[in-house]
């Protein structure tokens, strides 16, 4: 019997969480402390780049968009709740979050803090792809691209082209060749 409950460690995907690091206590009006993830720390929460949201499955038909929202999830890996924590509601002392709208095609910048906040939020979501939290099931599943990062990545391959037409057009007789000849061509 006591095959069944034993837990195997290594399929457990929780993370020990530092507290101020990975995560902050904040008390609802009941005096129960919730782990909320530390939207304050860089790691967890970006301040720079542009990130567009790319949906995975698109449809053609304008009813059936891929929208989704939620205000607060469970983190699998650091065992915290994951939102944008408002205020405490006066009649329930329950935490009030902010809903998160996921809008197909949504571009965030990620140097406004609002953006920064639910940037962080979406990516830890059991609705982006990359998240620790992904569900499979997911009918709207979503993945992220950062058009800042393919700007520059563009931007460096272009130069690294130009550099080499720049060494190449400096290069004439048998040192051309040589050069062909290293880059495949055989004439």
């Known amino acids: 019997m006591s095959l069944l409950f034993n837990l ?3 399929n457990q995907t929780s993370t020990k969480a530092v507290e101020g690091v990975h995560y902050k206590l904040l008390k609802d009006g009941h005096g129960v402390e919730h782990r909320i993830l530390n939207l304050e720390n860089e790691v967890l929460c970006p301040r720079f780049g542009i990130v567009e949201l790319e949906p995975l499955k698109t449809s053609n038909r304008h009813r059936h968009q ?3 929202s939620f205000r607060v999830i469970r983190d699998k890996e650091f065992d915290v709740l994951v939102g944008i924590p408002l205020g405490i509601d006066s ?3 329950n935490i009030i979050w902010q809903k998160i709208n996921v809008i197909e095609g949504e571009v965030l910048d990620l140097s ?3 953006n920064a906040m639910r940037w962080a939020v979406i990516k830890r979501s059991h609705f982006f792809v990359d998240s620790p939290n992904y ?3 997911t009918k709207a599943a979503y993945k992220a691209v950062d058009k800042e990062r393919e700007a520059e990545v563009f931007n460096l391959e272009r130069r ?3 550099k080499a037409v720049d060494i190449a057009e400096a290069l004439f007789g048998e040192e051309l060749m040589d050069y062909g000849r290293n880059c495949g061509y055989e004439h």
């Open 8 to 10: 195997d460690k290594k």
């Open 66 to 68: 891929n929208n989704i």
């Open 91 to 93: 009649k329930t002392k």
């Open 112 to 114: 406004i803090p609002a």
């Open 135 to 137: 569900n499979q099931g």
């Open 160 to 162: 690294v082209k130009r």
